[in-house]
């Protein structure tokens, strides 16, 4: 196909790049660990570790997993974490003794988890302490042989009349209890590590490096089957781009989003590893006092988030006087960059929000405009070895400016979706992945969203699919029909609204939201819901979900 929008790279950006430049994420990590082993790498409440150290760490921990928990190439760990020092230490640790990663929300409830650890056949846990009682509930029921519990100071050996250790002893006081026999302390994992040996394990493009779980189509979530090969190329195709603005050993990122989300896990953790950049992982990045006063105390050149993330930073007093002049790239993806918040952030920072585009099958970069453009509404060019399409629901290609499913090929596709083989050809033509995404593509080869075919809802920049919403809310016994659709909302771009037909005519709202929020994680929760005598159907009796999302209020 004619690639008309390499006319419009960036000096210095390459048409390809070459995954085989590394044989897998170890080797990358490993490398750049070697390089940059006397910088920072990390950062998080106020300790901050060096690549050695995290090298050493990582090391400590992957020798404990092989020698202690038993585990073998290809078994699988689910990391449980917000953005903690422990969650780099974990996945690098990980990796290096073979395992496949997944990444798992800690606020998930007792159900998804449950669901999340059965899949994938998790047999180690890593989790922080503050969420443990949840897994407690579900860990009879699944196959977990090992836990290791995570608390906020643990392999930092903090000075026992520290801060952190008065703030990390009142959350123990607050959590529930909780019962894990054989659970095993983080710290004591690395302690004991040290003392071992670390056999290195080979792994290759071809292994799986992260089952990435997404919305599920039929009400349950599915994991992407992301392999090295995948992670690798879209690192570099990633670093294709960003290194234009880059500096090795010199730069200072923000991360926000959680190290489980596939956008910080390849745009911050790999690509800025890749680049010896020094970290700074804010935990909670809801507390934005907190979070404006981190920004003050570190000038940085890079951050990332999703459209609401950067709205609300632009609305917390005190982030006007933030020092923005070592600022260089603010990249926003997961979900559309609104043009006002855009227009804002530059008048604020001085630096352009740059939009990017991509998937969890895409592990996720597919598009990205370049750094030098201002907002343009656009999601950007193909970045580089990718391929657009756009195309008709019989998968045809469509010419240059006409509206259709926007697909994608290169080496950062899935390898598809684990153990659903069915799944995986709904979205699949050959090599090409359909993304459910409708757009166009102009002349000069930038692509734009036009609409989502698929009725998936996004929440600050989470995948939320109404059948599983859906299927919670058909539980409630004063629930008859249920349906759930994206309703805009200006702080989180979409949030979820249930239109219900009710079986018992007492049942309020509050009730309802109340039922889904037992079995559904916050983001999930429905926050409007519309009584109605009867659901409009096709002649076959589907429910008909455009038609209740124009009914909605504007």
């Known amino acids: 196909m004619d690639k008309i929008w390499l006319k419009n790279y960036p000096a210095g950006v390459p048409e390809q790049i070459n995954p085989d430049e590394y044989s897998s994420l170890v080797h990358l990590l490993e490398e750049s660990c070697a390089r940059y082993a006397d910088l920072p790498a990390y950062t998080s409440m106020g300790r901050t570790l060096t690549y050695r150290r995290y090298e050493q760490l990582s090391r400590d921990f992957a020798a404990w997993l092989q020698q202690e928990a038993k585990l073998g190439k290809g078994e699988r760990i689910a990391l449980m974490m917000p953005n903690v020092l422990q969650y780099p230490i974990a996945l690098f640790g990980a990796l290096r003794a073979g395992l496949v990663v997944i990444n798992t929300n800690p606020l998930y409830t007792a159900r998804e988890l449950e669901h999340q650890l059965n899949d994938s056949g998790v047999k180690a ?4 302490e503050n969420f443990a009682h949840t897994l407690s509930e579900v860990i009879a029921r699944t196959r977990v042989e090992q836990v290791i519990i995570s608390g906020a100071g643990d392999q930092l050996r903090w000075p026992k009349s520290s801060l952190v250790n008065l703030v ?10 909780w019962k894990l026999p054989g659970a095993v302390r983080f710290n004591a994992a690395l302690d004991r590590g ?3 040996t670390f056999m290195p ?20 979530a599915k994991g992407a ?5 995948n992670m690798v190329a879209n690192l570099l195709q990633s670093a294709a781009w960003i290194g234009i603005q880059a500096r090795a050993g010199k730069d200072t990122i923000i991360t926000a989003l959680p190290l489980y989300h596939i956008f910080a896990l390849t745009a911050n953790w790999l690509v800025f590893t890749h680049y010896g950049a ?13 979070f404006v006063k981190e920004l003050k105390a570190h000038p940085f050149t890079y951050i990332s988030g999703v459209n609401t993330l950067f709205n609300a930073l632009l609305h917390t007093p005190g982030f006007e006087s933030v020092d923005f002049s070592a600022l260089r790239i603010t990249l926003g993806g997961g979900m559309a960059v609104q043009r006002s918040v855009a227009e804002r952030w530059k008048r604020v920072t001085g630096n352009t929000l740059t939009q990017a585009w ?6 996720p970069a597919a598009c990205i405009n370049p750094f030098t453009i201002e907002y343009n509404g656009s999601i950007g060019l193909p970045i580089s070895s990718t391929e657009i399409s756009i195309r008709d629901d019989a998968g045809q290609a469509l010419d240059i400016g006409e509206v259709g499913e926007i697909c994608v090929r290169g080496p950062q596709v899935m390898r598809g979706y684990w153990n659903r083989p069915e799944e995986t050809a709904q979205v699949m033509i050959g090599d090409w992945l359909r993304t459910g ?16 075919k698929k009725d998936m809802i996004l929440v600050s920049g989470f995948n939320v699919y109404p059948n599983e919403i859906e299927s919670v809310a058909a539980t409630h016994p004063g629930v008859l029909e249920v349906a759930a659709v994206a309703q805009p909302d200006r702080h989180s771009g979409e949030v979820v609204a249930l239109f219900v037909v009710r079986q018992d005519p007492n049942l309020t709202e509050q009730q309802l939201i109340d039922h889904c929020r037992k079995e559904l994680t916050n983001y999930k929760v429905p926050k409007h819901v519309y009584f109605r005598d009867e659901l409009p159907k096709t002649n076959v009796g589907k429910i008909r979900r455009k038609a209740l999302r124009d009914e909605l209020p504007a």
């Open 125 to 128: 846990v890593v989790i922080l």
């Open 437 to 452: 995404d409708i757009g166009r593509m102009d002349q000069q080869g930038y692509v734009y969203i036009e609409d989502r």
């Open 194 to 196: 040290g003392f071992l």
């Open 358 to 363: 991509g998937l969890t099958e895409t592990s």
């Open 201 to 220: 394990v080979a792994v290759g493009h071809d292994d799986i490096a992260f089952l990435q779980y997404t919305g599920g189509t039929t009400g349950v």
């Open 168 to 177: 990390v002893r009142h959350i123990r006081k607050q959590i529930r209890p």
């Open 225 to 229: 089957m992301l392999t090295h090969r």
């Open 278 to 290: 020094h970290n700074i992982l804010i935990a909670n990045a809801r507390d934005f006092p907190a």
